[in-house]
Antibody, heavy 118, light 106 residues
């Protein structure tokens, strides 16, 4: 069955870096674009970034542009989010989600908690 | 960025009843509108795409409608498992903004 499993979350000090992974299985990875969506504690959903099917196109929200990098390894069916210069505002549960052509996000991972704190 | 505004922020309803949630886009997004359900501590669940199309496995009690800037999610025959927070999202233009959420309560 379709699975997306995030890993790499944890507690990190402000200014430091962290990389999230999203391992997938049960479907053709290269046939989907992938997105990261985050949710700060007690808050709503915030879309963060997207990477296209082949990985050549990416887009970010302004608040993470230049600090976060989304990437994918189609040979390993895995999505990544490298997060640099983290601030307390980045504290959130980060979800990976896939989007098929012609549709919206249709499957989500369980989320990975990132806590930025000194 | 396209602003998405949901109303109401919270909604009280009863088992067996019906709930209607509105979502308004700050500009014309065609039918590039999705709806999600989220329960506490869980990942969102995808319900509807293209404003009115159900994702696989989603029961027909969930109905989406609208186009342009005004959209509606209607949930019929409410059951205890339907009480959750619902979000709309536009995917017409990046960034793909979400509404602030509507909490459906007893």
């Amino acid at each position: 069955q379709v699975q997306l499993v995030e890993s790499g979350g944890g507690v990190v000090q402000p200014g430091r870096s962290l990389t999230l992974s999203c391992a997938t299985s049960g479907f053709s990875f290269s046939s989907y674009s992938f997105h990261w969506v985050r949710q700060a504690p007690g808050k709503g959903l915030q879309w963060v970034a997207v990477i296209s099917f082949g990985g050549s196109n990416t887009y970010y929200i302004d608040s993470v542009k230049g600090r976060f990098t989304i990437s994918r390894d189609n040979s390993k069916n895995t999505l990544f989010l490298q997060m640099n210069s983290l601030t307390t505002e980045d504290t959130a549960v980060y979800f990976c989600a896939r989007r098929p052509r012609g549709s919206s996000l249709d499957s989500w991972g369980q989320g990975a908690l990132v806590t930025v704190s000194s | 960025d396209i602003q998405m505004t949901q109303s109401p922020s919270s909604l009280s309803a009863s088992v067996g009843g019906r709930a209607t949630i509105s979502c308004r886009a700050g500009q014309d997004i065609g039918n590039f509108l999705a709806w999600f359900q989220q329960k506490p501590g869980k990942a969102p669940k995808s319900l509807i795409y293209a404003a009115s199309s159900l994702h696989s496995g989603v029961p027909s009690k969930f109905r989406g409608s609208g186009s342009g800037t005004v959209f509606t999610l209607t949930i019929s025959d409410l059951q205890p498992e339907d009480f959750a927070t619902y979000y709309c999202q536009q995917y017409h233009r990046y960034p793909h903004t979400f509404g602030q959420g509507t909490k459906l309560e007893f």
